[in-house]
């Protein structure tokens, strides 16, 4: 039988496609099944004038996950999708994504989440994770920076379980400084390196503020260290 | 065949076939042993030199040398301990006497015996290896007169006796001195140094030790030195007397030590007579005493520079932070060049222009005119009030050296793009006012500025004078071709290149109907020549001299600011006019209204106008009349004009704010300058490159190069390496 013509709209060209192997029209037509699976959860979802899952359908989404809607997680499986635009999955996204999570179910989907959290906190991805969460926040075209509320919500949610006291301090200073009204990506990649860089905390003893930090953090110490004495 | 041998001719040496008298060895020695007898009784004259030394000769050849150098070794040493046994007789201060003569005997002899026994000396014993005969002697007199246990302790402490009583002051036999030393010297290095030299050096530690001691209880810290430097050349002088000149630096080493080194701290600090005293009372004397002892010490001299330096700093300090001092910049500037003129002077007369003192002094002066951040407006200050009137009548040398010592000072300061900024402010000021004492006086100094910071630093300064001189031309060709106004009230026209200029808000007000028909004629006359340009008046700079008629008849001729001008022409059609009434007619500013009014209507000698109520500030409601009984000793009256003064508080803020913002390109400039050609450099590197770049301007703060760092970084021209967080890299 030959396969069934795909659902598909962007159809990457099937590698097995020419090469002859007995289970192959087999293993083709479960792709091609999964892939209607993958495409049938999507369109469970999706917003059908848009064509993409809209925030509303996310929404729906983590409620059938069992998931709030601001849990980590879901940034985390908007990192998976490598999702371009914040609260919107677009159909090659969904499927790119669930492909590789290697679900085509809701509860296969629920059950992938704990190992997505690992794959996450490994060291080569977690920094990159990182990266993402902030550049997910750019909603606007051209825009740089994000909003000091919105960093404080975001380091909370990304950085929060890892390193508490850190976050929970620099959010405190964020919130009462005045010299910066956004976060831009330079500042926000130091964050990390900062409480990775196991500067000892709270003390702060072996912080250099002649090297090489941008000045928010320079200023964050010295906060810290006033407020300590 | 001959069995004959062929012999050879030879000559054989004449032997003479001397038996030899068994008993010769000895009567040849007796005889010479009697000679050294005769020698040593001074009876020498009754021998034979030929005889003897024909004994000697004889005695070496039959191999008798042995015998005859044993029996010398003997005779002699037989005769040393009875000498020696003499010397030990002798009282008291005769002891050094006799052994002096019995010396000089000794002396003689040996050259006789020696020039007797110079066969031996020159055959048996070089070839026996055995001690030549002289110096034999000198060995036998050593071991056996110097060495002898009862010589050796009374003639070190007689010595040492006779040092210390010239110590004291008295008078000793030098020539005896010098006559024993020599004989010690003579007598092997070792000799001198174990017999004499280091026991002397030791008594000597001592006694100086002692002495510096009571002196530093008693004297002040001048006559402590002078004491010092006493001791010091009467020791040298002694060497020279009668000491071997190897002792010299071994002797002076101890006094140097004992009365300098070991109390050099206490003398530095000592109250109401240490260093700083010295310094303050310029005691060029004492200072160079302290200089010239300190140097022979190791860590003198440093001493010395680091109680200078922080005596200097803290005066310095004291200097830039007294708020009295501060009210007058000129004044402040003054102590300054006079602070810097006394220190010269101390360390060209006291320290021989010590270079490392020169440094010192630089550092101090560099140090605390930063202190003080308004540094750079006082020293403008000061130039100002020199090319205003200070320099009046001075001679040119001497208006050179002026400028040479403000230089100086500029060369401390370290934001010098704040002098600059002050400079074109009250540069602006002279020249609008045409207040300068001296046009050349004025471009000396910018040469001089232009040699110590390039090119960009003075440029738009000359600019100014170039407008000046520009201005001048244009008014010419204007009223040349005006000729029907040559009548009319003059009108002097600056025009000057904004830019060059420091900027100033430029609001107009009105000016009186002659003014501004004359001022549109010059308009379109200058625009006529210089199309694309735009004319803007600032009548807050300029001035005017009217003459007015008072009440009584009484002419002067005022000297007014434009402002003032505005004003007073208002009254040639108005007795009395209220404070709004003027406000609207003239459009000037309130600030400037209320300053301008009270300028005129406030100040005696100068009140040409009469206010209503008669309060010292201006209220809105307030009137003004002409003083009809306005009366001054001078024709001129000269009320407004546009001073440089100090600023105010509000007035410092912003300047300070503009140089601010203009130092955020500066070092963007050169963030991207040296990146662009190192292309990827660490955080350190940069701040000190930058930091180095800029110097000659201000120095840059470190927050604020990072601050421009990140703000290159947000607009994409470096970035931060990706492994290495310290590294910055050039985004083409």
């Known amino acids: ?229 | 065949m001959s069995n004959q041998k062929k012999r050879n001719f030879q000559i054989e040496a004449f032997k003479h076939r001397v038996v030899v008298d068994p008993k010769y060895a000895e009567k040849t020695w007796s005889v010479l042993e009697h000679a050294i007898h005769e020698i040593y009784n001074h009876n020498a004259s009754g021998l034979s030199f030929e005889e003897l030394y024909r004994n000697a000769y004889n005695m070496v050849l039959h191999k008798f040398g042995e015998k005859l150098y044993s029996g010398l070794v003997t005779t002699m040493t037989a005769h040393l301990k009875e000498i020696s046994k003499s010397i030990e007789a002798a009282q008291g201060g005769l002891f050094l006497e006799e052994l002096n003569r019995k010396w000089n005997d000794h002396n003689k002899a040996l050259q006789m015996i020696r020039d007797i026994l110079m066969y031996m000396d020159r055959t048996y014993i070089p070839n026996a290896h055995k001690t030549p005969v002289h110096e034999l002697g000198l060995n036998l007199w050593r071991d056996n007169v110097i060495h002898s246990s009862k010589i050796q302790s009374r003639l070190l402490s007689m010595l040492l006796e006779l040092v210390h009583k010239e110590r004291t002051g008295e008078v000793i036999d030098r020539g005896l001195m010098r006559n024993i030393i020599k004989m010690l010297m003579d007598l092997g290095s070792s000799v001198y140094q174990e017999d004499f030299e280091k026991p002397f050096l030791e008594v000597s530690a001592e006694f100086y030790m002692g002495e510096s001691q009571k002196f530093i209880e008693c004297c002040d810290c001048g006559d402590y030195l002078k004491k010092a430097e006493i001791r010091l050349n009467e020791e040298i002088e002694r060497v020279t007397h009668y000491l071997d000149v190897k002792s010299e630096v071994k002797i002076t080493n101890v006094v140097e030590k004992e009365m300098i080194a070991s109390h050099m701290m206490r003398l530095v600090h000592m109250e109401n007579s240490g260093l700083v005293n010295m310094l303050l009372d310029d005691k060029y004397e004492d200072l160079g005493r302290m200089y010239n002892l300190f140097r022979r010490v190791p860590n003198g001299l440093p001493t010395i520079r680091d109680v200078m330096t922080s005596h200097l700093r803290e005066i310095g300090k004291q200097l830039v932070t007294d708020a009295e001092k501060l009210k007058d910049p000129v004044e402040f500037v003054q102590r300054l060049l006079d602070e810097k003129d006394k220190y010269d002077n101390i360390i060209s007369q006291a320290f021989c222009n010590d270079k490392t003192f020169q440094n010192a002094l630089n550092s101090s002066f560099e140090y605390f005119i930063n202190l003080n951040n308004r540094s750079p407006e006082f020293i403008s200050l000061f130039v100002d009030d020199k090319l205003r009137k200070g320099l009046k009548g001075v001679s040119e040398e001497e208006v050179e050296i002026i400028l040479d010592k403000v230089m100086m000072l500029f060369r401390y300061l370290q934001e010098k793009d704040v002098f600059e900024k002050y400079y074109k402010q009250h540069l602006a000021k002279r020249l609008l006012s045409g207040k300068t004492v001296s046009d050349d006086a004025e471009r000396s100094l910018i040469v001089k500025l232009k040699t110590e910071c390039g090119y960009q630093f003075t440029s738009k300064l000359e600019g100014m004078f170039t407008d000046m001189k520009t201005s001048q031309d244009t008014m010419q060709g204007f009223y040349a071709s005006h000729l029907e106004l040559t009548d009319g009230p003059t009108l002097v026209v600056q025009v000057l290149t904004t830019g060059s200029w420091p900027t100033q808000p430029s609001i107009t007000c009105n000016l009186p109907a002659e003014m501004s028909a004359l001022c549109e004629k010059f308009r379109s006359y200058y625009l006529g020549t210089h199309t694309g340009r735009r004319l803007s008046w600032q009548t807050n700079m300029g001035t005017a001299d009217i003459k007015a008629t008072f009440g009584k008849g009484q002419k002067h001729e005022l000297n007014v600011s434009t402002y003032q001008m505005c004003v007073l022409m208002l009254f040639n059609n108005a007795d009395r006019l209220s404070y709004k009434e003027i406000e609207q007619a003239t459009g000037i500013p309130a600030s400037d209204l209320k300053r301008c009014l009270q300028s005129m209507a406030c100040v005696k000698g100068k009140n040409v106008l009469r206010k209503e109520p008669m309060s010292k500030d201006i209220g809105e409601e307030d009137a003004l009349l002409v003083n009809d009984k306005f009366t001054s000793k001078f024709y001129k009256v000269k009320i407004g004009t546009v001073v440089a003064q100090k600023e105010t508080e509000p007035e410092k803020l912003e300047t300070r704010q503009r140089v601010e913002e203009d130092r955020k390109p500066q070092i963007e400039a050169a963030i991207v300058r040296i990146m662009k050609s190192r292309r990827v450099l660490d955080h350190n590197n940069i701040i000190a490159e930058v930091t180095k770049q800029l110097q000659s301007r201000f120095l840059a703060n470190p927050t604020e190069i990072k601050k421009r760092i990140e703000s290159l970084i947000e607009r994409d021209f470096l970035e931060r390496d990706n492994n290495d967080r310290k590294l910055y890299r050039y985004l083409a």
């Open chain 1, 1 to 229: 039988m030959p396969p069934r013509a795909s659902k598909r709209k962007s159809a990457p060209p099937n590698s097995s496609s020419v090469t002859s192997s007995d289970g192959r029209s087999v293993s083709n037509k479960a792709k091609t099944k999964g892939m209607d699976k993958i495409d049938r959860l999507f369109n469970t979802y999706a917003n059908s004038s848009l064509g993409m899952i809209d925030p509303e359908g996310i929404e729906a989404l983590c409620s059938d996950l069992g998931v709030d809607y601001t849990d980590v997680r879901i940034l985390m499986l908007a990192w998976k999708l490598k999702a371009e635009k914040q609260g919107y999955f677009t159909q090659d996204e969904w499927q790119t994504g669930l492909k590789a999570l290697g679900v085509d179910s809701l509860t296969k989907l629920k059950k992938a989440l704990p190992e997505l959290e690992k794959e996450v906190e490994e060291p080569s991805n977690y920094e990159d994770f990182y990266i993402y969460a902030f550049q997910y926040c750019l909603t606007e075209e051209k825009q740089k920076s994000v909003d000091i509320e919105s960093i404080c919500e975001l380091l909370n949610l990304v950085l929060g379980v890892q390193f508490r006291p850190q976050v929970d301090s620099l959010v405190e200073y964020l919130k009462v400084q005045n010299d910066y009204k956004v976060i831009n990506a330079d500042q926000w990649i130091n964050f990390l390196r900062f409480c990775k860089e196991q500067i000892s905390f709270p003390d702060l003893e072996n912080y250099d503020a002649t090297q090489a930090w941008p000045l928010i953090l320079d200023n964050f110490v010295e906060w810290m260290r006033e407020k300590q004495s």
